[in-house]
T-cell receptor, first 116, second 115 residues
Framework: AQSVAQPEDQVNVAEGNPLTVKCTYS??????LFWYVQYPNRGLQFLLK??????LVKGSYGFEAEFNKSQTSFHLKKPSALVSDSALYFC??????????????FGRGTQLTVWP | DVKVTQSSRYLVKRTGEKVFLECVQD?????MFWYRQDPGLGLRLIYF???????EKGDIPEGYSVSREKKERFSLILESASTNQTSMYLC??????????????FGSGTRLTVV
């Protein structure tokens, strides 16, 4: 079965400090991994994805994520947080094969709050 | 840019009403999805469609139905709205899942309140 875990419901960080939002996954085959961000009363916006290749992927708004196959993790990071980064973040995975028609499986989300 | 448009941002309906939520995408995507989002529960898939007139149940289809008569439009129907269907509803679309390495594009959401 495919699944995604975001172990922290909330992450709080001071502006200017580095931030990490954690994600681990379980999937049959190789994973395609995604991060989305949601601002209040809005839909989800794509941030970045890992398909293959370099384990460190860079995305929008200065975010990056590191794929770690042995730990089945795909943590979202940013070197210096901004107050405007405060939002709800979702990790998602889909397998590169199988009978699930490639649907995305989402974590429950992590609320990031950046304090000024 | 791919646009996924949901017809209403906010909707208030009465218990027992039949409710239609509309979603339109303009990039010729094969696949369309309906999710509901509730605090602490994340996104839960209600229904999805990978072609016109085709539909597949997601994880929580009870109390819902869908219609896809045209490629660009995917409608979610609440046959008889109940208060436990008060939620944020998100529509998404994507290219054919067997060939794409892309994720989904989401609409802005419809916040439905059933009173």
């Amino acid at each position: 079965a495919q699944s995604v875990a975001q172990p922290e419901d909330q992450v709080n960080v001071a502006e200017g400090n580095p931030l990490t939002v954690k994600c681990t996954y379980s999937v049959s085959g190789n994973p395609y991994l995604f991060w989305y961000v949601q601002y209040p009363n809005r839909g989800l916006q794509f941030l970045l994805k890992y398909i293959t290749g370099d384990n460190l992927v860079k995305g929008s708004y200065g975010f990056e994520a590191e794929f770690n196959k042995s730990q089945t993790s795909f943590h979202l990071k940013k070197p210096s947080a901004l107050v405007s980064d405060s939002a709800l973040y979702f990790c998602a995975v889909r397998p590169d094969r199988g009978s699930t028609l490639g649907r995305l499986y989402f974590g429950r989300g992590t609320q990031l709050t950046v304090w000024p | 840019d791919v646009k996924v448009t949901q017809s209403s941002r906010y909707l208030v309906k009465r218990t027992g009403e039949k409710v239609f939520l509309e979603c339109v995408q303009d990039m010729d995507h094969e696949n369309m999805f309906w999710y509901r989002q509730d605090p602490g529960l994340g996104l839960r898939l209600i229904y999805f469609s990978y072609d016109v007139k085709m539909k597949e149940k997601g994880d929580i289809p009870e109390g819902y139905s869908v219609s896809r008569e045209k490629k660009e439009r995917f409608s979610l129907i609440l046959e008889s709205a109940s208060t436990n269907q008060t939620s944020m509803y998100l529509c998404a679309s994507s290219l054919a899942l067997r060939v794409t390495r892309e994720g989904y594009t989401f609409g802005s959401g419809t916040r439905l309140t059933v009173v």
